[in-house]
T-cell receptor, first 114, second 108 residues
Framework: NAGVTQTPKFQVLKTGQSMTLQCAQD?????MYWYRQDPGMGLRLIYY???????DKGEVPNGYNVSRLNKREFSLRLESAAPSQTSVYFC?????????????FGPGTRLTVL | SQQGEEDPQALSIQEGENATMNCSYK?????LQWYRQNSGRGLVHLIL?????REKHSGRLRVTLDTSKKSSSLLITASRAADTASYFC????????FGKGTRLSVIA
């Protein structure tokens, strides 16, 4: 099992460009999450999907959109990138979002917006 | 959703010493999890402790939970250079909320 995979690993964008970060999991998990991690800020939840067909906003959703394409895949889209979106993005999955569920993380995507 | 607060923010110890880091929170929880993040990598789950548990062990890891003080501690015994990482507590809300972490440096 590959676990949680993310593509790309690195990306440089210019302000105003758009891109989609891809995430896939092969553990048959119901729930998937997108976080961003900035120095000294810990992980902040952008969006999550408790189950296929549902998505909910997290702490910092502005400037992002998500799509739960199927049970395996959860993508994050930046429509018009801004320098403030320079960060490391992590995707994670869990069996379900309810209390007591371990989350499994992908390796991250390092995004720089110039 | 509440966020746990780790303390200290950074910790530097010699190999072989024990490392203790703490997590405090404000309102009651059902469980608390600890994760490790090696530099440049994703987080890895270490241990989960439920509100009706006081202590759990996993190898060289010992986690305690004091619900009356609303705090948890993670103890790493006989630390190794490979334990150098950031450690996060996560509160079992829906969804999980992560603290800002403790950066542990183990010097060989």
């Amino acid at each position: 099992n590959a676990g949680v995979t993310q593509t790309p690993k690195f990306q440089v964008l210019k302000t105003g460009q758009s891109m989609t970060l891809q995430c896939a999991q092969d553990m048959n998990h119901n729930s998937m999450y997108w976080y961003r991690q900035d120095p000294g800020m810990g992980l902040r939840l952008i969006y999550y999907s408790a189950s296929e067909g549902t998505t909910d906003k997290g702490e910092v959703p502005n400037g992002y959109n998500v799509s739960r394409l199927n049970k395996r895949e959860f993508s994050l889209r930046l429509e018009s990138a801004a320098p403030s979106q320079t960060s490391v993005y992590f995707c994670a999955s869990s069996v379900e979002p309810q209390r007591g569920n371990e989350q499994f993380f992908g390796p991250g995507t390092r995004l720089t917006v110039l | 959703s509440q966020q746990g607060e780790e303390d200290p923010q950074a910790l530097s110890i010699q190999e072989g010493e024990n490392a203790t880091m703490n997590c405090s929170y404000k309102t009651s929880i059902n469980n608390l999890q600890w994760y490790r993040q090696n530099s440049g990598r994703g987080l890895v789950h270490l241990i989960l402790i439920r509100s009706n548990e006081r202590e759990k062990h996993s190898g060289r890891l010992r986690v305690t939970l004091d619900t009356s003080k609303k705090s948890s501690s993670l103890l790493i015994t006989a630390s190794r250079a490979a334990d150098t990482a950031s450690y996060f507590c996560a509160l079992g809300d829906t969804p999980l909320v992560f603290g800002k972490g403790t950066r542990l440096s183990v010097i060989a």
